[in-house]
């Protein structure tokens, strides 16, 4: 079924949607679904372990990027790991992580924010699965690498 909402667009973002046709609802549908696969294809491409991704729920949460600042994901898990030995609390080896992460393209930065940003907002609600569970499923992760 479908569901209708109301959604505010920046004069960009609003020229981009009417570059694209007068079905402003399809449009968007469609567009968000093509955005959605291709972050599930993209997190699909970068594989991380558990403790990384714990290592990277953990240092980003709050953490907000503009699609500008994206690509600069690696330089907030380095600050993290630096200033918060996120890197010692997760048995997860910092450089090499940042290093991985410096080495991504903008859209699997993007994917991997996507990731986190899905995990804080599952986590609150918590619909019966434990937050291993979670961070496995949402990063793609095996059931039984735990990264150690």
Not at 37 to 50: I, Q
Not at 71 to 89: P, T, Y
Not at 90 to 115: F, N, P, Y
Request: aromatic letters at 8%; charged letters at 30%; hydrophobic letters at 45%.
């Amino acid at each position: 079924m479908k569901k209708t909402v109301g959604v505010y667009f920046t004069p960009e973002t609003d020229m981009a949607i009417k570059q694209r046709g007068t079905n402003r609802s399809h449009i968007i549908a469609r567009d968000l679904a093509r955005l959605y696969r291709m972050y599930e294809r993209a997190l699909r491409e970068v594989p991380v372990t558990y403790n990384e991704a714990s290592l990277l729920v953990d240092a980003l949460n709050g953490y907000m990027p503009d699609i500008a600042s994206a690509k600069f994901l690696w330089a907030e898990v380095e600050d993290a790991v630096r200033l918060g030995e996120l890197d010692k609390k997760w048995q997860v080896d910092g450089t090499v992580l940042v290093e991985k992460l410096r080495g991504l393209s903008l859209l699997h930065c993007m994917a991997l924010i996507d990731a986190v940003e899905r995990f804080w907002v599952l986590s609150e609600s918590e619909n019966g699965e434990t937050l291993d569970r979670m961070i496995k499923k949402i990063f793609n992760i095996l059931a039984d690498d735990k990264g150690v």
